[in-house]
């Protein structure tokens, strides 16, 4: 069974930063693109990001660019979001998710997700 579980999220403050984890498990992390979306109260998903099965390459929302790193460990099935200069506008709930090749939009499988909450 296919699983994604993220963590790591909570309250933090404005400039502050956070680093997510989504654990995996059921498939072999290393044979897909991961990527990252968020979505905040009252509004749509949001893509954020992605990277490729090897090697690192990472993509970025453009305005998210400079404060967004995504890496990956795939010998440990784990996939990570690290976000700086957090403002209260990045306040959403993150899920990751596994891109089978069509894009996130058309993704089967995404975790849960985990709640941050940008606030003093």
């Known amino acids: 069974e296919v699983q994604l579980v993220e963590s790591g999220g909570g309250l933090v403050q404005p400039g502050g930063s956070v680093k997510l984890s989504c654990t995996t498990s059921g498939f072999i992390l290393f044979r897909y693109r991961m990527y990252w979306v968020r979505q905040a109260p009252g509004k749509e998903v949001e893509w954020i990001g992605d990277?490729?099965?090897?090697?690192?390459?990472?993509r970025y929302k453009d305005s998210l660019k400079g404060r967004l790193t995504i890496s990956r460990d795939n010998a440990k099935n784990m996939v990570y979001l690290q976000m700086d200069s957090l403002k209260p506008e990045d306040t959403a709930v993150y899920y990751c998710?596994?891109?089978?090749?069509?894009?996130?939009?058309?993704?089967?499988?995404r975790g849960q997700g985990t709640q941050v909450t940008v606030s003093s």
């Open positions: 990277i490729i099965p090897y090697g690192g390459t990472t």
């Open positions: 998710g596994r891109d089978d090749g069509g894009g996130w939009k058309t993704s089967n499988y």
